[in-house]
């Protein structure tokens, strides 16, 4: 089910990009800014990044971001923790999309 969002939100984004790439060339240069360099490593920029996803209730950016995170290294414990901090930040909606994080993950490990 995630892996098929994943797909899926990648193919809307690649026409986004056709239509209007120069934005979406920048907000990529933002991006690539925000993650480089800087005292905290890509896995904690990561953390900051799901937290805000999880309380701003964007799954497409829960579902980029959990995959992000594996790939830095992170576990299933460390989640855990930082899904409990935008919990305890966001209250019962947060819960639900702290849900939907933690089934992704588990979903991209199997």
Same mark, same amino acid.
């Given at each position: 089910?995630y892996?098929?969002?994943i797909t899926?939100?990648?193919?809307?984004?690649?026409g @986004?990009? =056709?239509?209007?790439?120069?934005?979406?060339?920048?907000?990529?240069? *933002?991006s690539?800014a925000a993650?480089? +360099? /800087?005292?905290?490593?890509?896995?904690?920029?990561e953390?900051?990044a799901?937290g805000?996803?999880?309380?701003?209730?964007?799954?497409?950016?829960?579902?980029?971001?959990v995959?992000? @995170?594996m =790939?830095?290294?992170?576990?299933?414990?460390?989640?855990?923790?930082? *899904?409990?901090m935008?919990?305890?930040? +966001? /209250?019962?909606?947060?819960?639900?999309?702290?849900a939907?994080?933690?089934?992704?993950?588990?979903?991209?490990?199997?």
């Amino acid at each position: 089910m995630y892996k098929a969002k994943i797909t899926e939100m990648r193919g809307e984004l690649r026409g @986004l990009n =056709k239509l209007i790439p120069e934005t979406m060339a920048e907000f990529g240069a *933002l991006s690539k800014a925000a993650k480089d +360099g /800087g005292p905290l490593s890509v896995k904690e920029k990561e953390y900051v990044a799901l937290g805000i996803a999880v309380s701003q209730r964007c799954e497409p950016c829960i579902n980029f971001h959990v995959e992000a @995170l594996m =790939k830095a290294g992170a576990t299933r414990d460390e989640l855990g923790s930082v *899904l409990s901090m935008s919990i305890q930040m +966001g /209250g019962g909606p947060a819960v639900m999309y702290a849900a939907h994080a933690l089934a992704c993950w588990d979903e991209l490990a199997a």
